[in-house]
């Protein structure tokens, strides 16, 4: 039997998968974003909506403020944005299998925006929130964050707290206390082109010197200390009867601390050319900071587990996790920060990406005990 608030919840959730809006359709994120602030608005709450121009969504901004409440409040964060491109659900319907909802961009994450909005909005009516609360779901989380960033720094500067609605962790639910920081490095090498056949000795191959720099790259890995580093993208070469002049790749990389952070970066900005003649052009950034479990987040953590045990279940935090998140942004900030309490299901980034319908309801209490007593 699946309780009225269990089958609301799926006809909502629902409803929002099938608005599809991949990073790249800003006019997928407007339909998106109108959906989720009417469904703020007819609660009476705040909704306004920023624009970021033509070739981004608009970010949304939900609240509860009173007027002239100007108290650090709690800020819940989402993103409207998914990875799966405009189409896909002909070929991948929403539906439920036994006690799965399947959907694109259910479980990463409307599902969880789904929940806390739910939890808000309950409570506008009703009773009043401890503190008051931001919600702010961004349209580019899945490349970065690149717009948007500035507008969560500002909120995290005047917030209490940070809640994040990324997924809970697959196999148990699990909530998110530390996230490894993220970077990019991207490295082109020059060389001299020259034809394959009759002048090879003239040529110096990009591809060749490019070789020798991604052994070296890749070896900075260091599982023991959580360092990854991983060439995730390559391109080079004109003909196949052309010594190549250029070579670029784009290397990704994770980091456990700040410390680690500063070191990779020295190690990938010293690299050298091996080959004569040849040039490196060096292009490395740390996209999001790594989040940490400090001892105010283990503080926030057990206000949660709190939470948790009034609606009935057990949540604990998950290791540290390489996946980052715009948790990284406001812990880097010093704002005591949660991430993963969305929903709970698994398959992010996949066409398996679902939730679990029987988890639903107790997540939605959760919030609202978490919305009701975090102050
Ligand atoms: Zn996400």
């Known amino acids: 039997m699946t309780s009225t608030t269990t089958q ?12 599809e809006s991949p990073t790249s359709s800003p006019e997928g994120l407007a339909r998106m974003v109108a959906v989720i602030q009417s469904y703020a608005l007819e609660a009476g709450l705040q909704a306004t909506e920023t624009s970021f121009g033509p070739n981004v969504g608009p970010l949304l901004h939900i609240s509860n403020r009173a007027d002239g ?4 409040g709690l800020l819940i964060l989402g993103h409207s944005d998914t ?11 929403c539906r439920i299998e036994g006690d799965r909802l399947y959907g694109p961009g259910g479980y990463d994450m409307k599902a969880g925006i789904y929940l806390a909005l739910t939890a808000l909005r309950d409570l506008a009516g009703t009773a009043t929130t401890a503190l008051p609360v931001d919600f702010v779901i961004v349209p580019d989380e ?5 717009a948007s960033r500035p507008h969560i720094e500002a909120f995290a500067a005047c917030a209490r707290y940070t809640l994040v609605c990324e997924p809970a962790r697959a196999n148990g639910g699990k909530c998110v206390t530390a996230r490894k920081g993220t970077g990019m490095l991207r490295l082109s090498v020059k060389g ?3 034809h394959a056949g009759v002048q090879h000795e003239k040529g110096r191959s990009a591809i060749r010197e490019m070789a020798h720099q991604i052994l070296a790259l890749e070896a900075m890995t260091d599982y023991a200390r959580g360092v990854t580093v991983s060439v995730g993208t390559i391109e080079g070469g004109t003909a196949t009867n052309t010594v190549p002049a250029l070579c670029r790749c784009v290397v990704d990389f994770r980091l456990p601390d700040l410390r680690a952070a500063d070191e990779l970066v020295d190690k990938m900005q010293a690299l050298k ?14 996209n999001r900071p790594p989040m940490i479990k400090s001892d105010a987040v283990v503080a926030l953590l057990a206000r949660a587990q709190d939470s948790a045990r009034h609606a009935g279940f057990t949540l604990e935090d998950a ?15 010093g704002v005591p920060t949660l991430d993963g309490l969305g929903a709970d299901g698994d398959g992010a980034h996949t066409l398996q990406e679902h939730i679990l ?15 009701t007593h975090l102050g």
Do not use: K
């Open 69 to 72: 409440d100007e108290r650090p």
């Open 357 to 371: 319908v029987s988890t639903l309801e107790a997540r939605l209490n959760f919030w609202r005990h978490l919305l």
């Open 8 to 19: 609301s919840l799926v006809d909502g959730i629902t409803s929002w998968m099938q608005c």
């Open 319 to 333: 290791p540290m996790t390489g996946g980052g998140s715009d948790a990284n942004f406001t812990s880097a900030l």
């Open 83 to 93: 990875v799966h491109p405009i189409g896909t659900l002909q070929d991948n319907p």
């Open 273 to 286: 050319p091996l080959g004569p003649d040849m040039e490196l052009d060096i292009d490395v950034e740390v």
């Open 192 to 194: 001299r082109a020259a």
């Open 142 to 146: 899945e490349t970065g964050s690149h």
